[in-house]
């Protein structure tokens, strides 16, 4: 059993103390702005001769200074909100890739993971906190105290209305507000019910060991997962990120924002998995479980890059004003971000893991880990941030819910996942695979 360590319980409580403190700054800053504060914002961000929308809802309705102020207004005052949904959905997809990759191990009978399952199982543990605090946010979304979600506005539906817009009416049948409250609960206490169900089954094959009726049930079960994840990751990738930003769709978006998850999840896996072995729990880890996750590590950066280069490279070419505008917006305002995070999330991942040694190199792994996390951090913060606050990001209360907002969920995710695994047994010597998975050795 792991007891959870006393030094890193405060380390996480502090995270969210200060990412709490930090947040309540950058939020009394934003609350604090006029009119006049706002409308100076504008006028420089026109004066630097930016004039690309960063969101397509900017060329609905009228087009004069009032109306480019309102709507300044609203992407400034979105800050505070947006930066808790970046890293709520960021979080919460995490958790459930972790639970996919779980499930792709018992479905594919995969025997060298084995002894990581625990592991797996801990990190899943955070879905429900992640899934209430984003129906929160839902709440707070259809109540009209954000507006991160443009086709929220009746006024966009309503055929008498002046700023009626014909794309949002007709795709009113998937976007609007009740079903889109059912589907966020359907995607939240779904997932929470397969993280108890498959830690449950868990835990019963551990008990009754050579128990093929129960394990046959784990197998079962985990492809149900598959099969709802496989539902659930595509339609909250429509619902929480690309209705930011309604005219605009890709249908690799969905793999896209996915595999994003996939690999942050992957890396905090060989986090915690390190950690337990640096502290002396976790002796049955060794170089060739450490080899394989980096080796996931690495595919899933090499797939995410793929998703990426083949959007933007296929909008980019194609040229047309209505797709290359969701690009070109992230281009004038977001280039400090944008384009640098391939060097993250692309480029060091190649050059440094490609090399089947340096998989095996604690302290090498452990840090791409963590560059992977930020640098998907970063990917989160692109897709959500250009359709919600448009050009007014870079400033000091932006920087303070930022940093607050991640410090807050990290902090949250670490106390959820450090305390779920203190409750479990590390070792599932119960598993028909464990002795395989103890075993393990890469061939090469």
Not at 138 to 150: A, C, E
Not at 182 to 195: E, K, Q, W
Request: glycine share 4%; with cysteine.
């Amino acid at each position: 059993m792991y007891s959870f360590s006393p030094k890193l319980k405060l380390y996480s409580i502090i995270l969210i103390v200060v990412g709490v403190v930090l947040f309540g700054i950058g939020y009394a800053i934003n609350h604090g702005l006029d009119d006049t504060a706002i409308s100076h914002w504008m006028e420089s961000v026109h004066a630097n001769g930016h004039d690309a929308p960063s969101n397509s809802s900017e060329l609905v309705g009228p087009q004069d200074h009032n109306a480019h102020l309102e709507h300044a207004k609203l992407q400034v005052h979105n800050q505070p909100l947006a930066a808790l949904h970046t890293f709520a959905v960021f979080f919460f997809g995490i958790s459930c890739c972790a639970l996919f990759f779980y499930s792709i191990q018992h479905a594919a009978h995969a025997g060298w993971s084995i002894i990581v399952t625990r592991v797996m199982e801990a990190i899943a543990s955070f879905i429900p906190y992640g899934g209430a605090l984003l129906i929160i946010l839902t709440i707070l979304n259809i109540t009209h105290q954000g507006h991160l979600f443009h086709w929220m506005d009746p006024n966009l539906t309503d055929p008498n209305s002046p700023e009626f817009d014909i794309i949002l009416f007709e795709k009113s049948k998937f976007l609007n507000i009740p079903f889109y409250f059912i589907r966020t609960l359907i995607y939240t206490l779904g997932a929470s019910f397969f993280v108890w169900k498959l830690k449950n089954l868990s835990k019963k094959v551990d008990e009754n060991k050579g128990d093929r009726k129960i394990y046959a049930s784990l197998y079962s079960w985990s492809v149900g997962y598959i099969a709802f994840f496989a539902f659930a990751s595509a339609a909250w990738a429509w619902d929480w990120l690309m209705s930011i930003d309604p005219h605009w769709y890709s249908t690799l978006y969905i793999w896209y924002s996915m595999v994003s998850c996939l690999s942050t999840a992957v890396a905090c896996i060989i986090l915690v998995s390190v950690y337990l072995k640096k502290k002396g729990v976790y002796p049955q880890f060794n170089n060739n479980h450490l080899h394989d996750l980096a080796k996931f590590l690495f595919a899933t950066s090499m797939l995410w890059s793929y998703l990426w280069f083949c959007q933007f490279m296929l909008y980019w070419y194609a040229d047309i004003p209505e797709e290359i505008n969701y690009f070109f917006g992230r281009f004038e305002y977001y280039s400090p971000t944008f384009l640098p995070m391939l060097i993250i999330n692309f480029l060091l991942p190649l050059l440094v893991l490609v090399s089947s040694s340096i998989k095996r190199n604690y302290k090498v792994v452990t840090f791409m880990a963590a560059l992977v996390v930020f640098g998907h951090a970063v990917d989160y913060f692109n897709m959500v941030m250009p359709g919600t606050v448009g050009p007014y990001w870079a400033n000091s209360s932006m920087l303070l819910l930022i940093v607050g907002a991640f410090l807050f969920m990290a902090g949250l995710f670490v106390f959820a996942v450090m305390t779920a695994l203190s409750k479990l047994k590390l070792m599932p010597t119960g598993n028909p695979f464990f002795h395989e998975s103890e075993i393990y050795e890469y061939p090469f």
